[in-house]
């Protein structure tokens, strides 16, 4: 059985998502471990409450390295062969990306290269799009710069604030995220430069 380790810093509803489809049988994988930087975040809580293994590693006041060495050494400690970012605020160093070569996933709320970093949603309000979504993408060294796994696009409405669309990114967000741990899982997608092919 393949092992995942989740890091989160809130809310954790993609974790939640995530560990449904566990228990529901499909992803098939456990989740070995769920990590945070915030001894607060809800989907922590949420972890310990469902019997997972946690663990709360504090970033506060530690040299980027130092954190991302010590989160390392417990996704060693547990096996881990996916990491899965849900909803993680940090930025990591590249020796941690290097640490799990294409095993490490992040969830965008937006259709990337398009409105990358904080506040995806609002940006492409005020941007005015018609149409923006989630990506679900590999983590490489750059923000928000990986090669992408899965998309799903989601339309704007006139009367959207940035809470409503944010709401309805999220819904495929939860679908996506597992889709493209799946795919990763199964080991069949190829690798041509920024692109994965085999979906
Ligand atoms: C999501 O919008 C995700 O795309 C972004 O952070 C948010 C996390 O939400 N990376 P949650 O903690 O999974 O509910």
């Given at each position: 059985m393949k092992r995942l380790g989740i890091l989160l810093s809130g809310?954790?509803?993609?974790?939640?998502?995530?560990?449904?489809?566990?228990?529901?049988?499909k992803i098939p994988a456990e989740i070995a471990v769920v990590i945070s930087n915030k001894p607060e975040a809800l989907g922590l809580a949420r972890a310990k409450q469902m019997g997972l293994e946690t663990r709360f590693i504090p970033s506060k006041g530690k040299e980027r390295e130092?954190?991302?060495?010590?989160?390392?050494?417990?996704?060693?400690e547990f096996q881990v062969d996916l990491v899965c970012l849900a909803g993680f605020m940090r930025i990591l160093s590249p020796c941690f990306v290097r640490e799990f070569p294409r095993r490490?996933?992040?969830?965008?709320?937006?259709?990337?290269?398009?409105?990358?970093?904080?506040?995806?949603q609002r940006q492409a309000l005020e941007y005015g799009v018609k149409?923006?979504?989630?990506?679900?993408?590999?983590?490489?060294?750059?923000?928000?710069?990986?090669?992408?796994?899965?998309?799903?696009?989601?339309?704007?409405?006139?009367?959207?604030?940035?809470?409503?669309?944010?709401?309805?990114i999220l819904h495929e967000e939860h679908r996506i995220y597992s889709e493209a741990i799946c795919l990763l899982l199964d080991d069949k997608l190829q690798f041509e430069g920024r692109r994965v092919l085999g979906k």
């Open positions: 809310r954790g509803s993609n974790f939640e998502a995530i560990a449904r489809n566990v228990q529901a049988g130092a954190f991302d060495r010590e989160v390392a050494a417990v996704l060693k490490i996933l992040n969830i965008h709320p937006a259709l990337l290269p398009s409105f990358p970093g904080e506040d995806a149409f923006t979504g989630c990506t679900a993408h590999l983590v490489d060294e750059g923000v928000d710069t990986g090669p992408i796994v899965c998309q799903a696009v989601v339309p704007v409405r006139d009367n959207d604030t940035a809470e409503t669309l944010a709401a309805r």
